[in-house]
């Protein structure tokens, strides 16, 4: 346990907050939701505040990725086995039969390089498809919600998974008090401590887009999409205790099981999959379809196959090709789009930002990272730049000289964010949302073995934090189903004390001078 500063509940001596101001010292009246034309956004560029937070977070490290720091690569290829010309007018899917070549990587998202590839954490699930009209790419994880809706708040939670600032551990406390006090984490949350928390490789776990993505077909229709890769060889994990020992004797147990298996021939697969919304039904569901702590219900939102995504070839390079390779989630391909998805929009300002100060302003022309088919523009110099930079084309447009020159009927389709016309603002995102029901709903999927593991990992966590917080968190799980918060303390030993089941009061959640001492 964590020292609780004598008080029972880790308090300690009382300060008062400063105001909250950005880097040059304007004061902020709001730090938890990003400036979003009516409440599903999309997210608007004069949010000062969100853009300052992100572009100082993507420098906060050289020259590691800030997060996915530890990736595994692997090259292979991508063939459409189902038609959704549909949905869709992108040439990749115009006839069943179609490929392309395809580069995937996977990772950690919290520890650094050399950390352990056994961690109780998310994983990583990018793909780089080179398709006849570019890149796109499908940047996820290997589950289908994450801990915040709000872009605003990313830097903040990554930092509770990072290291404290005083010590340079690792702290429960910083994850669990961000947690309890951030409710639409639970979904998450829930996913991270039950037996999916820790994957027995990358070839044994699912990929998901998470984000609502959108597909445009031919006659200007919009859809919806959430996109699933379902593994070939069936989902696969790691109990705690046999993690923990792999962590010690072969942290790199992931990257070593992928490499030897397509060494070896046993080339990984995953089931490519969509789900469907039809822009009409957006105000439909009884949540926010663009929510990302939210999943869509199957029953009503079935999964469509696609294709199969196998891989079947590791890099000759690791550094050339993997740890240069750059996903970025604004990488799609005419017939598809975005949507209002706020944490969505936040991602397709971060990550070239971040890739242009991480491998630098031309990291789109590395070999891994480049498109397979011709292009031409008017984006010229900056460091690194090794093409011929367009040679005595102009570098300017409009011009009469034969630069080349946009086609309309590329224009983006424009989308529907909601069907009630609302102002420019910060929206609450907290407010009317329901961060229990689905969780809770998982919750009462597990059998009383995945049940009681679950309880048991969160209690080994959450045991290590101040008394205070415990009992804020306990107040979320009690809400999402009163068995999952009793289960917990149960394993947490404090049985005993119901009082554990109760939310803090307001004394004790007032903030405390300091981070408990380690």
Request: glycine share 8%; hydrophobic share 30%.
């Given at each position: ?25 304007r ?33 906060e ?13 692997a ?8 038609d ?36 109780r954490?998310?994983?990583g ?18 589950t ?30 910083m ?74 004797s ?17 080339f ?18 009884n ?28 890099p ?24 209002p ?14 890739h ?23 984006n ?33 389709r424009p ?15 907290r ?20 049940k009681?593991?679950?309880a ?31 289960r ?12 554990y ?12 001078a ?5």
């Amino acid at each position: 346990m964590e020292n609780t500063n004598g008080n029972g509940n880790g308090s300690g001596p009382k300060v008062e907050r400063k105001v909250l101001t950005t880097n040059q010292g304007r004061p902020i009246g709001d730090n938890q939701n990003s400036v979003t034309a009516g409440r599903r956004g999309p997210i608007t560029l004069d949010d000062f505040q969100l853009f300052e937070k992100m572009a100082q977070f993507n420098r906060e490290r050289v020259p590691e990725r800030v997060v996915h720091a530890k990736g595994t690569g692997a090259h292979g290829h991508f063939e459409v086995t189902h038609d959704i010309t549909k949905y869709t007018s992108a040439k990749l899917f115009a006839k069943v039969g179609n490929k392309c070549e395809t580069f995937a990587r996977f990772s950690t998202v919290g520890g650094e390089k050399g950390s352990a590839d056994t961690a109780r954490d998310p994983r990583g699930f990018a793909v780089k498809f080179y398709t006849e009209e570019g890149n796109w790419d499908m940047v996820g994880n290997n589950t289908p919600v994450f801990f915040i809706r709000d872009p605003l708040k990313f830097g903040d939670f990554i930092h509770t998974q990072k290291r404290e600032p005083g010590s340079n551990l690792k702290s429960a406390t910083m994850m669990w008090d961000f947690w309890s006090l951030s409710p639409e984490s639970m979904h998450q949350v829930t996913i991270l401590f039950s037996d999916r928390g820790i994957p027995d490789g990358y070839r044994f776990m699912n990929g998901y887009s998470s984000h609502t993505f959108s597909l445009i077909n031919a006659a200007g229709e919009l859809f919806y999409v959430k996109w699933h890769f379902k593994t070939a060889q069936g989902i696969k994990n790691l109990l705690t205790e046999k993690a923990e020992l792999l962590a010690g004797s072969d942290p790199d147990y992931s990257q070593r099981d992928m490499t030897h298996a397509i060494e070896k021939g046993e080339f990984p697969s995953w089931n490519v999959k969509i789900q469907v919304m039809p822009e009409s039904e957006i105000d439909k569901p009884n949540f926010d379809p663009f929510d990302l702590t939210k999943v869509w219900p199957h029953g009503e939102y079935p999964l469509i196959d696609v294709g199969v995504l196998t891989l079947d070839r590791m890099p000759d390079n690791y550094f050339a090709e993997t740890e240069q390779s750059a996903f970025n989630p604004s990488n799609v391909v005419p017939g598809m789009g975005y949507s209002p998805d706020k944490m969505l929009q936040g991602r397709l300002l971060s990550y070239p930002d971040a890739h242009r100060y991480r491998i630098g302003t031309n990291y789109d022309l590395l070999p891994i990272n480049a498109r397979k088919n011709a292009g031409a523009n008017y984006n010229r110099d900056g460091s690194m730049r090794f093409d011929g930079n367009y040679g005595s084309l102009p570098s300017y447009e409009p011009n009469s000289f034969g630069g080349p020159a946009q086609d309309p009927k590329y224009t983006e389709r424009p989308y529907t964010t909601s069907t009630t016309l609302e102002k420019v603002g910060r929206y609450n995102h907290r407010e009317g949302n329901d961060d229990y029901t689905q969780p809770g709903n998982l919750w009462r999927l597990f059998d009383d073995g995945q049940k009681d593991r679950t309880a048991k990992a969160i209690a080994n966590s959450l045991g290590q934090v101040p008394v205070r917080i415990q009992k804020l968190q306990l107040s979320h799980f009690q809400k999402a189903d009163p068995d999952f918060a009793a289960r917990i303390v149960k394993a947490l030993g404090t049985d005993q004390h119901p009082e554990y089941l109760h939310a803090p009061d307001a004394a004790e959640l007032a903030p405390a001078a300091r981070m408990p001492e380690k």
